[in-house]
């Protein structure tokens, strides 16, 4: 059994950890940090783990050494403090931006400060195993992704892989997202008069998860949009992508099929019939699926690619907990079975 | 044209007696009093109102004499202050609790301290047209209500005064209330990831609506307790009822129309076809309307009366129109036309 | 490892029932019959199925002789072929009414009509654990429960046994219910641009679970009545019960434990603090849990006691899992794990 | 007092149109036409009409000489019996798609049949007062607008007139829309679990509208996706358009401002403050206004624009209502001053 410690572990992520850990046949939870709650139970922020005999919250300077140590900080935080870290665990699983991106001049240019131990940037890798999965096999330090990321390169890679792409072409996403997405602190914004039902374009234009999109599609000319629509979880990307003079239906799906067929969390939804003929992210909470699908209009070679994931999940702890099961070399698979619920 | 100032008009309620002063013919905004938001536009607060030439926010200071005053402040605030306001104005609605009862014990009983002006309470009138409409006609001083407790005294009253309950039984309410309820201003409870979806009783018995509920219906042996579900708007109450041996359908059908034919602002809902045949509180979102129902099981003598608002309208703002109205002498319906909307 | 057959697999419990098929160790899908998607895959239907390698669904005519039957079938329809289904399997469980009730008359005042196989009323053991634990153990026919019912059951079961309630009062009861409660056919009243926002009594008298909660609390004086509100999964009970003169919060508590402290899905939820203080429904998304409370106004010797499921799980296809392992001698927690999402 | 007869009156569209003219001082309804309904009460399928003084439903062969014909009939419909119907009224409104685009080839294309009447598709005027006020001043024959269509070309048109678009880009539009846009007929997939918190592309690719926002903006090089969110009324898009190097922030205001400043129901919605500083969709319930933003991304040359509509109002039955009044000579906004709701 391996011991793990969560430091910021108030927070939605983190609460999405801690349920996997429970799940997990090898994995025990260690120490919970959290400056604001120490002392508390855990079961005041994190209700779905009332079952559970788990510890109580502890303050940040109680923290010791374990074996894992997943950061869940505000952006910033984890790499002031990364060395100390490095020294406490032999796993770390980053779930902020801190280590995303390869290149420090990236960071500084999307998040607005220079990365104050840019050394470390080379020594985590993205933790997203669709693309990174042997570089994460026995991999010490990980780094989370951006879940409005992950559904953009999830969408979007396999065309980028079988170079169907017409490069001519911006593409453009529009990525729609629960509020969950906002993190667990209430603000005007979401207060729930306010934010129910609201369709509120929070970033039309300069999100900072571009950045990762450009890192793992290698795409330039890509474009995103964030808009809260009324969910608590989810995010689903639909991009509009131009493709070569020619490409046919079928190249798209041997496109999508080489890369994804293997892919354990990954699955094509096309059906000719039914309720859930593309991807629905309801259908995901809870789940570690990443739903794709691909629509071509011929006359135009517009391609609408489309990509949901539950943002906490795929997009956050579930991706996590693949990391470091590959990370210690278990089956990427364990802990992570929960196939969703319908109807929702 | 009366001008009319509001007092604490970042609110919601607030909001909802500007917008009706913008549809009214002979009433027109003076000044909005906010001591946060002094100094800024209404729409920052109130965003329906962007097409209408309206005054910024003022400070508190700088409120001036004026025709009519609305309350709108936290319970206890303009209970301390009324003899100023009082001066300033030829009528004053005050929309908080603090000149609801008409006895300062069972205001202490209710609210927990001593009322500080308790010889106002007699000057005002509780602001219930329904009840008092003939008292409200040139009344200077009027009360708003509670909105849990109109919805559910609108429910009960024609069976009170068509005598039909007995009284050896205890009557039950639950209200089911929507977010707006709680106010403008956001917190961990309001939290959208939170309250989003929620079926949450806050208050399973004490509530101090109760203390209106006894006062305008003389009934003591009346219980509430108050759930908020996913909603922004509204208050759905559902009482449970015994009424005497041998009372049937028709005793009760006369008991509402007596009392509710010629209201302008309650309707008996009871269809035998349609998507809508009880009270649909959605379908009363910015009305006036006060929809009521009754269901009768003869085997047990219990009968469900149904009663639904918009909490901020016919529950607060709605109402106070309809006594600006009276007390003015105008058509008690002037401003109020609006029929909502359906689908919604 | 025992096949289990599902008879009318396509609703909404069928594909709960499936689910919880998936995750249990001792059990495997074997037929699924639907007349309406016979040849068809039961993704097309059940989506969250979809990485399951499970069989298509099957014309009534093809089934075969199987460990377990499941009968999830439109009321009525059991017990006109029970003789039929015993021949079949080992074990049958019945999700419908057909064989709740122990009297027939009761059955026939409730229904509409005479049970057809009265004979087999008392083959049937009531399927909830809480109550018939030791008669489930080693049974071969076992009934389903009602969710309504089951959710007021919980609620007042643990005061009946400690002889708290007075019995000169009623018992009123409002559940509030996700639409998934009214089956996966759409109607007028479900679809989405009415029923969304709805807070809809859908039966303010006279509702069938009342016979079930006859049965299992004994108590005759009670009285439910069913709103649909916005919600997708989930019922939530509110009873209103007056209590004998001198009731202590402490009895109540010692009532709740005395039954409830050794339940593995039965949780007392009263906390001081958070957002979650008593049960919330949204919570127990896709789990076995019911999540009870209660509040004692002393001075009225009113208690409100709240009881919250899934209506497809414990509500339904959770409690018939409980009850299969029992039936068979296992471990009655088995494919029950599932602890919740949060947020949600 | 105009009279005005509705042929397919059951419909949301109808219902709406029915609300405006109850408000509206020079007209009065004189039938409305259902085959389905003929006989009952509008109240039935409308209810936010049941305070009026409203005639029964009649069937289509009971329709008589009157002064406006509303159609609001399924497509293809009004084409087959527009002579007849010509004869019968002074002005015509026809809701449907039959004479929206000005082309019978165009027509053939999108609509996937030949036009029976292309020689009437002159006589009708494209109902959408921003771009035909003119045309529609005294006009007999008006055709209503698509909704998508109509949020998107608010959106971009500004920007067509002032000449910024860089035309060797392709303009992507994501319109997210509410479950009323399905009509008031329940279907599979408006079934309340199943559409509830969906996020569904219903049409990735080659969705009609397409052709009206060819017609009214002149762009060829556009491309739209449609997403069913969760929401009954409204209609969100977002437009990725690129503009020509050099484009600033100043030009898109002058833009924008030259087209919309003396527009009475277009607001361009740009904040720096609040919690709606772009277009929010649920505001405008009820409304008649469009409300449009943009962002410019400097960087990279990307506007988008937004543009949000209540469906049934700016995107039916509203416009309709102004049109009527453009025809009739009078004042465009009379019937329309409903200023919406917050919070909703």
């Known amino acids: 059994m391996k011991k793990v410690s969560i430091v910021g572990g108030s927070g939605y992520a983190g609460g999405e950890f801690l349920r996997l850990i429970t799940g997990h046949p090898a994995l025990e939870v260690d120490q919970v940090i959290s400056r604001t709650y120490a002392g508390q139970p855990l079961k005041r922020v994190h209700p ?13 300077a109680a923290l010791h050494e374990t074996d894992v140590l997943i950061l869940a900080l505000p952006h910033g935080k984890a790499q002031a403090d990364i060395e100390k870290y490095a ?22 240019k999307w998040y607005g ?9 080379e020594k985590f890798v993205y933790g997203l195993p669709e693309v990174n999965r042997e570089k994460l096999r026995g991999a010490d330090y990980v780094s989370g992704v951006g879940c409005n990321a992950t559904a953009t390169n999830l969408a979007l890679r396999p065309f980028v892989i079988a170079d169907l792409i017409d490069d001519n072409y911006p593409i453009t996403v529009e990525v729609k997202v629960g509020s969950s997405e906002g993190g667990a602190s209430n603000s005007p914004g979401s207060h729930h008069p306010v934010r129910s039902g609201a369709v509120r374009t929070y970033a039309a234009v300069g999100h900072r998860h571009t950045a990762e999109v450009h890192q793992i599609t290698g795409l330039e000319n890509i474009h995103l949009s964030l808009t809260s629509i009324e969910m608590v979880r989810g995010a689903s990307a639909l991009a509009h992508v131009f493709v070569k003079e020619g490409t046919t239906e079928k190249d798209l799906w041997k496109a999508y099929r080489k890369v994804y067929k293997k892919e354990p969390f990954v699955r094509i939804i ?9 991807p629905e992210v309801k259908l995901l909470s809870g789940t570690n699926y990443a739903d794709v699908s691909f629509d071509l209009d011929p006359a135009t070679n517009r391609v609408v690619a489309i990509a949901a994931i539950d943002n906490l999940m795929k997009g956050a702890s579930g991706t996590a907990m693949q990391c470091l099961n590959l990370m ?17």
């Open 113 to 121: 400060e220079a990365h104050s131990t840019p050394e470390w940037l």
């Open 87 to 108: 020294g406490m665990a032999e796993k770390i699983i980053d779930l902020s931006a801190d280590f995303r991106l390869d290149d420090a001049t990236h960071y500084e």
């Open 48 to 60: 779905h783990l009332r079952n559970f005999d788990l510890p109580t919250f502890v303050e940040p």
């Open 270 to 278: 096309k059906e000719r019939h039914g309720n859930y003929r593309r």
């Open 328 to 344: 210690y070399g278990w089956d990427e698979e364990v802990g992570l079975s929960f196939s969703g619920l319908h109807p929702i």
